[in-house]
């Protein structure tokens, strides 16, 4: 049998030790109904190569992003990622590890956690970050369970332009603890300012704004702060690509008091959007209200360095049902991509990357603005992704140029956003994709 | 020998990347108004790409993993990673496909996951599954959603959950995020739920039961259809904690015994890797009257097509962002097409053999409170080593010194100086047998030389670290300024 060492002689001899005649006498007492009758309808097992050969198959089945040009996004982004990061995350030494609760025998677990919290501090401009949530999504709906927890009042305001399924899972998440959730519209693609100022009111526990917003646009976080900190106890939440934070102002400058975000495109593949990883950063204040595991450093009985989990007591196996969070199992291992990622890029091609992918992202949004028939849907500043107006239904452009070799973007009408495309731009395009792609979008206007 | 920090390696100007030329002429401060853009460039280290390599292989050096050495920690069944998954996992045509992709170009992706849901729902006897929870405390998370929701949806505000004093921390934690009352109940003399005590706190505010079988113990919770009878006349659900789903595979179906809802931890059961804790994947299946409160999309077949369905009555909504994590379900999938109903069935036997067989080695010297119905793990007691001014913390530490992972320690909480234990299928007799032998000598070595135990452990990359001074003196990230 596969995977199983025990030979038929030893189970023989170690049921003997323990001291019964069969497997079946270990389960005596367990209700004979309880028992499955029949075997289970299961595929007769097989054996290495023919399972690596149905699953290759399998793999083939799927048109992947290498071999068509990729404009598509909405959280997951087609980026670069070197050699070494997938070489690092492939050692058994930290896949095959567990959760670092021996210490001692973890510190290369515990120090590369200690580096990622440093590194997500240095992006986001915070003082704390934790070792990592499930995904962006997941770490935008604990930031709000903070806030709750926290300052105790019950309004909790979004901005409209938050990813809608990071709307959909927030909604899943705290709508038990029955807060009043408000969404504020957009304005040329930011939040309203006016409109949110007027449902601050002295019951907001938070406001939570995604800058890249859904629609790729940054948001004017300097405006947005004294209008959300008037109210002594909101807290001000920002969920961020943390590419972004390369070119743009960190949040810690504004006075945040989450950040949050996706960290997908920080050295982790697509991988049909799972396995991501989520951060969570907070400022000094509420270090010990934060969720999940949290490493620092210590010294051993012999004055050396180390590292440790700390602040346990905000935990679920200490704390029980007064803990800061259910989270246990985390996304380690992307964490660590993550963090080899970013040490691999460095300071100047982490900002590179960032560059490029707006540069590039800004000439194909003003050569498809020039098309009949295309424009953008609002004037505000983008990052990596815009979305565009189309005068043809956007899953037609979608269809039409899959056959030709291209995913061109997500169509965001479903969301709510009528006739537009979202296309997300990397710097793995080239020039001439871009080209190449404009081209055909000319040319399917034309035919129109 | 500490390693330096990576920060502490940073030479200026020293580059371990490529790109390709952008082409294009423009600049980010062209485009962008002054007052959006970064001034102060945050302190990202700049290092060649062998020193990257070289930091983490140093790092990688200071941890104990399960290809290294027994991993005996309970609850978590720690078995071994089979090798093909890691070649199948780099594939691009399951790492280069997004999740907004047309479902005509990621028909093999949903197939995988499609089947899974089938082998699955097969083996736990549950009548439909949703793999988008990615661990044990989510899929924890997604289930007390759903019994929150199905009361609700009734009309009805059901304030109390009913779960044992051995529960994982995670159950009382995910009934608090839902404003539950958690009703905890004390475990009778052998370890199990005691029903007279559940009929006591039954009423018709009990919004549902929640249980792991086998328990924390590793004891098979016999009387689990009368609790669920119980627990049903009030209309309450019964979950089931399925982190010890290993014990019963091809034997026992949690959809046998009552329960309507059971998270899977693919992580543990299913031989996907724990990557030093997470990613992992934590699905649930559920009973006929709970289909319709699934988390979308569900993963459909219509014909030869696959299709995902976003059309679920009562859905609770997303608990993800996109389907889950589909590479861990990549590997599960694998596990399962090659093991089959037989070798699940081996898994199961040798899982409850192995940990039997290593509670008769120790129990002379490790008492075992709890010993009837052991399954997969056992949980002994080192409370008698007290009088020699050890504790289980000491036993766990000199354990390391012998090159093998401590198991669990201080859990349950219902041991004292608790020590639990799970072998898995996958271990041979004679790893057993060094584990058994080197616990013996422990046991003599408290009594004899204590303070070898107190100093545990020396054999390992740093020696015990000071916990408290952690919490003390907070330092959670590298201090540029130092």
Not at chain 1, 76 to 92: K, L, M, N, T
Not at chain 2, 345 to 356: C, F, G, L, M
Not at chain 2, 413 to 442: C, G, R, W, Y
């Amino acid at each position: 049998m596969p995977f199983i060492s025990n030979t038929d002689e030893q189970r023989t001899l170690m049921l003997k030790e323990i001291g019964v005649a069969s497997f079946k006498d270990l389960l005596k007492g367990i209700p004979s109904e309880l028992f499955i009758r029949n075997p289970l309808t299961l595929d007769e097992p097989l054996s290495e190569f023919e399972i690596t050969k149905k699953v290759q198959a399998l793999a083939s089945q799927n048109i992947n992003t290498s071999g068509v040009v990729s404009f598509l996004g909405a959280g997951i982004y087609d980026h670069f990622i070197p050699a070494a990061v997938s070489y690092v995350i492939g050692r058994p030494e930290f896949y095959s590890a567990y959760t670092p609760y021996q210490a001692e025998v973890s510190q290369g677990t515990l120090q590369f956690i200690y580096e990622y919290q440093t590194l997500i501090c240095e992006l986001t401009g915070m003082d704390a970050s934790n070792a990592s949530m499930y995904d962006g999504a997941t770490a935008c709906a604990e930031s709000l369970l903070l806030a709750l927890r926290h300052n105790k009042n019950k309004k909790i305001i979004i901005s409209s332009l938050i990813h809608p399924h990071y709307k959909q899972v927030i909604e899943t998440y705290i709508k038990p603890l029955n807060p009043e959730i408000v969404y504020i519209p957009q304005n040329n693609g930011r939040i309203d300012l006016e409109k949110l100022q007027s449902e601050m009111s002295d019951g907001v526990s938070a406001v939570l704004i995604p800058s890249p917003n859904f629609l790729g646009v940054i948001e004017d976080l300097e405006s947005l702060e004294p209008i959300i900190h008037e109210n002594k106890k909101a807290l001000f939440i920002v969920a961020t690509d943390p590419l972004s934070l390369l070119l743009f102002n960190p949040p810690g400058k504004y006075n945040v008091d989450i950040v949050v975000g996706e960290g997908q495109v920080l050295g982790s593949k697509q991988n049909l959007g799972g396995p991501l990883f989520g951060f969570f950063a907070v400022n000094q204040k509420l270090i010990r209200k934060m969720p999940g595991r949290i490493v620092g450093a210590t010294v051993d009985t012999n004055g050396q360095k180390g590292y440790v989990l700390t602040l346990q007591t905000r935990e679920q196996h200490i704390r029980r049902d007064k803990a800061t969070s259910n989270i246990c199992t985390n996304e380690s291992l992307c964490a660590l991509a993550a963090t080899v990622y970013m040490v691999l890029m460095g300071k100047q091609g982490l900002r590179e990357v960032a560059e490029q992918s707006t540069i590039k992202a800004h000439y194909l949004n003003d050569k498809i603005c020039r098309i009949e028939g295309f424009e953008a849907s609002n004037t505000s500043p983008f990052f990596k992704e815009f979305a565009i107006k189309t005068s043809i239904p956007p899953s037609e452009i979608i269809s039409k140029l899959k056959h030709k070799g291209y995913f061109a973007g997500v169509d965001i009408s479903k969301y709510g956003y009528e006739d537009q495309l979202l296309i997300a731009v990397t710097e793995k395009r080239t020039k001439h994709e871009l080209e190449a792609f404009v081209y055909e979008l000319e040319k399917l206007m034309e035919e129109v | 020998m500490a390693t330096k920090t990576i920060f502490e390696k940073s030479v200026k100007n020293r580059k371990g990347y490529t790109l390709p030329k952008c082409k294009i002429d423009n600049e980010v401060k062209k485009i962008f108004p002054a007052n959006l853009l970064r001034s102060d460039a945050p302190r990202i280290p700049e290092v060649s790409e062998l020193d990257t390599v070289r930091h983490y292989i140093e790092l990688s050096d200071k941890n104990h993993f399960i290809e290294k050495g027994f991993y005996p920690l309970g609850s978590c069944t720690m078995k071994y990673n089979p090798k093909i998954n890691d070649i199948v996992n780099v594939l691009t045509g399951f790492t280069d496909i997004h999740p907004m992709q047309p479902e005509d170009t990621i028909q093999g992706a949903l197939q995988v996951m499609y089947e899974l849901q089938q082998d699955l729902a097969e083996i736990s006897g549950m009548r439909a599954l949703s793999l988008q929870p990615v661990a044990g405390a989510h899929g924890e998370f997604t289930g007390v959603n759903i019994i929150y929701n199905y009361h609700k949806n009734k009309g009805r505000h059901r304030t109390k959950i009913i779960m044992p004093d051995s529960s994982h921390g995670t159950n009382p934690a995910t009934s608090a995020l839902h404003g539950m009352e958690v009703i905890e109940i004390k475990s009778n003399d052998d370890g199990k739920v005691d029903i007279k005590a559940v009929e006591e706190v039954l009423s018709d505010d009990i919004a549902g039961f929640m249980l792991t079988n086998p328990n924390t113990l590793g004891v098979f919770e016999t009387d689990v259809q009368e609790i669920a009878e119980l627990i049903h006349s009030v209309d309450g659900l019964m979950y089931m904690d399925g982190a010890n789903l290993n014990a019963m595979l091809g034997y026992l179906r949690p959809g046998n015994m009552g329960f309507d809802i059971v998270h899977f931890n693919l992580h543990k059961t299913f031989s996907t890797p724990h990557g030093g804790g997470g990613p992992g994947a934590g699905g649930i299946g559920v009973s006929e009257k709970l289909v319709e409160y699934l988390p979308i999309p569900v993963v459909r077949k219509k014909e030869y097509v696959y299709y995902l369905d976003y059309d679920v009555k009562h859905s609770i909504g997303k608990v993800h962002s996109y389907f889950g994590n589909f590479l861990v379900m990549l590997r599960a999938y694998i596990y399962l097409k090659m093991l089959g109903d037989i070798g699940l069935k081996r898994v199961a036997e040798n899982a409850v053999i192995n940990s039997n067989y290593l509670m008769a080695k120790l129990r002379s010297e490790y008492p075992v409170p709890y010993q009837k119905n052991i399954m997969h793990e056992f949980v002994a007691c080192g409370e008698k080593f007290k009088e020699y001014g050890v504790r289980t913390l000491d036993i766990a530490k000199r354990l390391l010194d012998y090159g093998f992972h401590a198991p669990t320690i201080y859990f349950p909480l219902i041991v004292h100086e608790a020590l639990m234990i799970e072998p898995t299928e996958t271990e041979s007799k004679e790893t057993l047998d060094n584990f058994a032998q080197v616990m013996l000598k422990i046991a003599k070595e408290a009594k004899d030389n204590s303070q070898l135990l107190k100093d545990a452990p020396q054999n390992t990359p740093v020696t015990r670290l000071d916990e408290t001074n952690a919490i003390k003196n907070l330092n959670i990230k590298y201090n540029f300024e130092a």
